[in-house]
T-cell receptor, first 115, second 113 residues
Framework: GNSVTQMEGPVTLSEEAFLTINCTYTATGYPSLFWYVQYPGEGLQLLLKATKADDKGSNKGFEATYRKETTSFHLEKGSVQVSDSAVYFCALRGISGGGADGLTFGKGTHLIIQP | NAGVTQTPKFQVLKTGQSMTLQCAQDMNHEYMSWYRQDPGMGLRLIHYSVGAGITDQGEVPNGYNVSRSTTEDFPLRLLSAAPSQTSVYFC????????????FGEGSRLTVL
């Protein structure tokens, strides 16, 4: 079945540092890949997505590239801010054949940015 | 522009009680689903629906029941609450099964004593 593995936190960085959160996946076929963000006390919001190999998703200074050869979708940001502190979830979605067709999530990475 | 609306936001139950978490979406989405979020476990799929009148089980369906009588609504029922069902529950929807992003509600925090 489908699975997503991402680095678990907490990850603590200083403001303006470079961020990488690793995400690798296992899936049949060609899934779509997503990063969701959850701010404290809130639901999940889509941060960015990519639907095919070599696509780059980007939003709010965050980027991730769909790498089929390494089955990865690492999240990066060049200069983080305190307001980026949140939990980040990598997820995939595809036609599993098993009928669920929902999102398969990683366990989440808690990011803490210190001023 | 309501999107996905969940009620209640908070609920405390005693073991053995029953309750229903409500979910409604106003985007005419065919696909709706329920997830639970637990520390260190990420989000796990409980039940899902690919259209009115059609429901199916996800990864962790035991102890939960769903129905989909309309396109808009997808309630989640706990028939006899257990402490293991203490969690944060999220409803999510998308235009079609297996495609595109999911839109999430704000969550319902349930505590079972």
């Amino acid at each position: 079945g489908n699975s997503v593995t991402q680095m678990e936190g907490p990850v603590t960085l200083s403001e303006e540092a470079f961020l990488t959160i690793n995400c690798t996946y296992t899936a049949t076929g060609y899934p779509s890949l997503f990063w969701y963000v959850q701010y404290p006390g809130e639901g999940l919001q889509l941060l960015l997505k990519a639907t095919k190999a070599d696509d780059k998703g980007s939003n709010k200074g965050f980027e991730a590239t769909y790498r089929k050869e390494t089955t990865s979708f690492h999240l990066e940001k060049g200069s983080v801010q305190v307001s980026d502190s949140a939990v980040y979830f990598c997820a995939l979605r595809g036609i599993s054949g098993g009928g669920a067709d929902g999102l398969t999530f990683g366990k989440g990475t808690h990011l803490i940015i210190q001023p | 522009n309501a999107g996905v609306t969940q009620t209640p936001k908070f609920q405390v139950l005693k073991t053995g009680q029953s309750m229903t978490l409500q979910c409604a979406q106003d985007m005419n989405h065919e696909y709706m689903s329920w997830y639970r979020q637990d520390p260190g476990m990420g989000l796990r799929l409980i039940h899902y629906s690919v259209g009115a009148g059609i429901t199916d089980q996800g990864e962790v369906p035991n102890g939960y029941n769903v129905s989909r009588s309309t396109t808009e609504d997808f309630p989640l029922r706990l028939l006899s609450a257990a402490p293991s069902q203490t969690s944060v529950y999220f409803c999510a929807s998308s235009y079609a099964p297996g495609a595109g992003e999911l839109f999430f509600g704000e969550g319902s925090r349930l505590t079972v004593l």
